[in-house]
């Protein structure tokens, strides 16, 4: 597995992004997919999961019904669409994949990370 994240920039509050999450190896169609978010001097917060069929998600409180995380048929690219964008959301953010068809919200849970990207939301 080997995963590169995109699609970060800058946007005013109130807008949308749409952050991919590529499997170069195209080998992560049968794992769990996660996205996090660090901010400078904080911990890593979980986002958002998927399981392998893309059937099963779920989401922090923060982003509930804002967020929507989804992967392509084919399995091996992963979005997360983030709406109704805020401040509070502007960090880098992270994909990764676990070994498992159903991944947890640790990073613990999660043995392959890609590179970050960063989103940052103007008040």
């Known amino acids: 597995v080997q995963l590169q994240a995109s699609g970060g920039g800058l946007v005013q509050a109130g807008g949308s992004l749409r952050l991919s999450c590529v499997d170069s190896?195209?080998?992560?169609?049968?794992?769990?997919v996660g996205w996090f978010r660090q901010t400078p001097g904080k911990e890593r917060e979980f986002v958002a999961n998927?399981?392998?069929?893309?059937?099963?998600?779920s989401y922090a409180d923060s982003v509930k019904g804002r967020f929507t995380v989804s992967r392509d048929a084919g399995g091996n690219t992963v979005y997360l669409q983030m709406n109704s964008l805020k401040s509070e959301d502007t960090a880098t953010y992270y994909c990764?994949?676990?070994?498992?068809?159903?991944?947890?919200?640790?990073?613990?849970?999660?043995?392959?990370w890609g590179q970050g990207t960063q989103v940052t939301v103007s008040s």
């Open positions: 990764a994949a676990s070994r498992r068809a159903v991944a947890g919200s640790q990073t613990r849970d999660y043995p392959y």
């Open positions: 190896r195209r080998t992560f169609s049968n794992n769990g």
């Open positions: 998927i399981d392998w069929r893309g059937f099963r998600t």
